[in-house]
């Protein structure tokens, strides 16, 4: 089929809505036909480690949903088309196929910082080009991306608070304003008569995801949104504390983007300038955020490497019991097991728990950051290479900006400070549902009588303690101050 020069395919990938996007927006605006498609990339699904993935099924009820909602934009705006084109299989193949077969003149997509993600594109820019078919990429996930906010010398940053000025600066109501889709939304085109696929075709089962408070889809985003709206005042307070409902928990709409970024921010932004405290804060989280994106972009040997090359030096301990106990939440720290046995049941961790375990792994068992990354890549809904790649670092003390080494969390005093009540140890640890408030943060350190009157046998219901921090922490400061003498 000969292309036609007003026909284009716009290509969805982390960006699962039809509102206040990018790539789309600039198609209708450009093109008199537009296709829109979604493919289930088997160079991603074939290297999951489980047929049982909670973000496949995720991903699946948001592109149901955003079909549904594509035909719902075409019918409001007079368009004979509307709907989504999915796909199973390479993802380089399938665009490519499907715009020689659409006849499309240009695919539009929304630009992505990993490194994987860049190759790929330029495959499908390549083999697009081949066929005389434009490709182009805009920006949607992040307000500031890779050289928009650089230091005076015209290099990235390295340290967060500067860059956070900076950012600020930049910020404009240019970089918050939405994208009016509908608008164009007329120039949206039908798609191939086809049916969309379940779990089974994708070679996936269902998981316990619609047993927990995520919903999905655009849909879903708005509901955490709105809820999150009366809480927002708080949340520079509430935000540290796993037990009671202080965060977004946007974080995996924001990571497959039925939530756009503008929205979150101008809603930040708006508070912020009322004189919301907790809006400020969470502006600051959103900045962060860019800021991954930004390192990821300038420096992607982080994948596998320090930020700090000299930290690339350091030995970290090869030591599979601790592994496999800090892995399934029996490190007998009730805070770090908790934590664990949250992620593992549900794919979420809160962040302050992020860090604490982090630390854990790395600072308490001297076993390498990199591993810890790889496991929160296997079972976070939210897991975003960027974002986990920066938080793990600056857990580890390798990274941009990162914790001093010598800071170490002491494990007992986070679970004391930050859940003083045990409340998040009692719903991961129900066998410690029982303890008193002052023994639920650490029962190795109950006296004899008081452990037997609690009817808890240490090293049968719950573990011991598989390292002494204090001696742990000696430890890690003797690893890093050797590194930091040869260096």
Request: proline share 6%.
């Amino acid at each position: 089929m000969p292309a036609s020069p007003s026909a284009a395919l716009v290509w969805f990938r982390r960006d699962l809505r039809c509102t206040d996007h990018a790539a789309l927006y600039h198609a209708l605006r450009r093109h008199s036909r537009v296709f829109c498609a979604f493919v289930f990339d088997t160079d991603i699904l074939d290297a999951l480690p489980s047929r049982c993935d909670r973000r496949v099924e995720f991903i699946l009820d948001s592109v149901h949903e955003l079909h549904r909602s594509l035909q719902q934009l075409a019918l409001e705006n007079g368009a004979k088309g509307g709907g989504l084109v999915v796909r199973h299989g390479p993802a380089v193949d399938c665009i490519v196929r499907l715009a020689v077969e659409l006849g499309v003149s240009e695919v539009l997509t929304n630009r992505d910082y990993e490194p994987d993600a860049i190759a790929r594109d330029q495959q499908v820019a390549l083999a697009l080009q081949a066929q005389g078919i434009a490709f182009s990429d805009h920006k949607d996930q992040v307000l500031l991306e890779r050289n928009e906010v650089l230091t005076q010398q015209g290099r990235p940053y390295s340290v967060f608070t500067p860059y956070l000025r900076a950012w600020r600066q930049k910020l404009d109501a240019f970089q918050l304003t939405p994208y009016p889709v509908a608008r164009y939304a007329r120039h949206l085109a039908a798609p191939p008569a086809e049916s969309l696929p379940d779990l089974a075709a994708l070679g996936f089962s269902r998981t316990n995801l619609h047993t927990l408070p995520l919903p999905s889809g655009t849909s879903g985003a708005q509901r955490l949104l709105q809820d999150f709206v009366p809480r927002l005042a708080h949340y520079h307070v509430a935000r540290d504390f796993p037990g009671k409902k202080g965060v977004s928990y946007l974080s995996v709409h924001l990571r497959f983007g039925t939530l756009s970024i503008r929205q979150a921010a101008g809603l930040a932004v708006t508070q912020a300038e009322l004189g919301c405290a907790g809006a400020q804060t969470w502006l600051n989280e959103l900045a962060w955020r860019d800021f991954y994106f930004m390192i990821l972009w300038h420096h992607p040997q982080v994948v596998t490497h320090a930020f700090k090359p000299e930290f690339d030096q350091l030995r970290w301990d090869d030591a599979p019991d601790l592994w496999s106990a800090w892995c399934s939440g029996h490190t007998g720290y009730p805070l770090v097991d908790a934590a664990m046995r949250q992620l593992l049941s549900t794919g979420y961790m809160h962040n302050r728990l992020r860090m604490v375990v982090a630390s854990f792994l790395t600072k308490d068992l001297g076993i390498d950051w990199r591993r810890g990354e790889r496991f929160f890549a296997q079972h976070l809904n939210d897991y975003d290479l960027a974002a986990n790649n920066g938080g793990w670092q600056w857990a580890a003390s390798t990274g941009c900006d990162a914790q001093p080494w010598f800071r170490i969390f002491n494990p007992v005093t986070q679970s004391e400070k930050f859940d003083p009540k045990g409340e998040f140890i009692r719903r991961y640890l129900p066998e410690l549902a029982h303890l008193p408030d002052r023994d639920i943060h650490f029962p190795a350190a109950m006296k004899p009588l008081a452990l037997a009157a609690s009817g808890l046998r240490l090293g049968t219901d719950y573990p011991h303690p598989i390292v002494d921090h204090a001696r742990a922490r000696e430890r890690t400061l003797k690893r890093f101050s050797c590194l930091s003498k040869q260096t």
